[in-house]
């Protein structure tokens, strides 16, 4: 063999190692989507009888637990952090874990959701906090708890989060219009008798 057949193949070996870690590290990330629907007052989640909430995309979200129809919500902002779990991680919750159970690293991403109702971000392996923020304009006065995830998923490359929380929809509509305020009674005034000067002075206070 040539040195110059050697030195082709060493350079497609090195190259086929590279292409491996660079895909090995592409699907190493996992993708968390987040999908918004608005809720009726005092709804608490979907149907029960139509969906699961798993981590995998669910199809078909007509109802909420109380029986109404879901929409999706545009505008609605989540906030990402890396954190790190404190101890032996035993006390880190995946829905609204005590501030004592983990360590802010550093914010990730500030994300808002499209037209769809859809925010997504790419992450390593590794702890994330998900915060929904209040929007007034949208209804959503009372926001949906906070979510950890682990990543990755096992089996999962992407990773469906479904907020649950309920909108004022009589906050979502145009302002009331004022009512016209009511027009003064007219009251008919006396005729005047004939003779005015039996009237004193104070009469006419």
């Given at each position: 063999?040539?040195?110059?057949?050697?030195?082709?193949?060493?350079?497609?070996?090195?190259?086929?190692?590279?292409?491996?870690?660079?895909?090995q590290k592409a699907f190493a990330d996992s993708r968390l989507i987040i999908v918004k629907y608005g809720?009726?007052?005092?709804?608490?989640?979907?149907?029960?009888?139509?969906?699961?909430?798993?981590g995998l995309q669910i199809n078909n979200l007509p109802?909420?637990?109380?029986?109404?129809?879901?929409?999706?919500?545009?505008?609605?902002?989540?906030?990402?952090y890396e954190i790190s779990p404190t101890g032996d991680g035993s006390e880190l919750k995946a829905t609204n874990p005590p501030p004592s159970s983990y360590t802010v690293l550093?914010?990730?991403?500030?994300?808002?959701?499209?037209?769809?109702?859809?925010?997504?971000?790419?992450?390593?392996?590794g702890y994330y906090l998900i915060e929904e923020q209040t929007n007034p304009q949208k209804g959503l006065l009372k926001?949906?708890?906070?979510?950890?995830i682990k990543?990755?998923?096992?089996?999962?490359?992407e990773v469906y989060i479904y907020p649950k929380s309920s909108v004022d929809k009589e906050k979502t509509g145009p302002?009331?219009?004022?009512?016209?305020?009511p027009k003064p009674i007219e009251v008919p005034k006396a005729p005047k008798s004939k003779d005015d000067s039996s009237k004193n002075f104070l009469d006419y206070y």
């Open positions: 063999m040539t040195k110059s057949s050697k030195l082709m193949g060493v350079l497609i070996v090195t190259l086929l190692l590279f292409l491996g870690l660079v895909s809720l009726s007052p005092g709804a608490t989640g979907f149907s029960e009888n139509q969906t699961t909430n798993d109802l909420d637990n109380l029986g109404n129809e879901l929409s999706v919500l545009s505008g609605i902002h989540y906030l990402v550093k914010e990730v991403a500030d994300l808002a959701t499209d037209s769809n109702g859809v925010a997504s971000l790419s992450v390593s392996d926001t949906a708890l906070p979510l950890v990543a990755p998923v096992s089996g999962l490359n302002p009331n219009k004022p009512k016209p305020a």
